[in-house]
């Protein structure tokens, strides 16, 4: 299963719809969650939903124009829903191939500003407590754990990154890595 995950800071333009497209026609991902949509308009985003082929989702919209995650999948999965919020969405997967593999997808989007990022470790730790099923964390955390993650010249405070790798030890999460541009 191909799975795609997107910080498209805002998809109410052509620019970011046809490069959304691109990505979609060229990975092919059977699940595909946007963050930071910055869209409001429901009737908007259901037509996207259906230009991007993906029949199936759950979507929290955006307040004003900051926010908004979605979770898009294909026809043919068996997910079910199981909790959202304006920070993430939180489906069970289960295997279409009679083995009865169960597994947790959840799309996440940590709050922006470094003042909150207790609000993103709490819920991380909430969602862990829900369920023992494994599961796979896709999307943005809005943080790092090591300097050389990001790009620029001011160096993240120690205590912060700090604070977020003892969240991921906490629920047990380890970082799989990712493809693509080294920076977004």
Not at 16 to 44: G, N
Not at 140 to 166: A, C, H, W, Y
């Amino acid at each position: 299963m191909e799975v795609l995950a997107w910080n498209c800071k805002g998809m109410n333009n052509d620019r970011s719809v046809q490069a959304l497209q691109t990505l979609i026609w060229q990975k092919k991902p059977s699940v595909v969650f946007l963050s930071e949509m910055k869209i409001h308009d429901r009737s908007y985003l259901s037509a996207l939903r259906l230009q991007l082929g993906l029949r199936n989702g759950k979507v929290v919209y955006s307040e004003g124009q900051s926010g908004g995650v979605a979770l898009f999948w294909e026809d043919g999965l068996d997910i079910r829903f199981l909790s959202k919020s304006s920070n993430h969405i939180d489906v069970e997967v289960f295997a279409v191939d009679g083995s009865g593999i169960r597994w947790r997808l959840i799309g996440f989007y940590g709050y922006l500003a470094a003042a909150d990022r207790y609000l993103s470790w709490a819920l991380l730790r909430e969602l862990a407590d829900h369920s023992s099923l494994p599961w796979v964390i896709i999307g943005d955390f809005n943080e790092i754990v090591l300097d050389s993650e990001k790009d620029g010249r001011v160096p993240r405070s120690p205590t912060q990154m700090n604070r977020f790798q003892t969240a991921l030890d906490d629920v047990e999460l380890i970082d799989l890595g990712y493809f693509g541009a080294t920076f977004t």
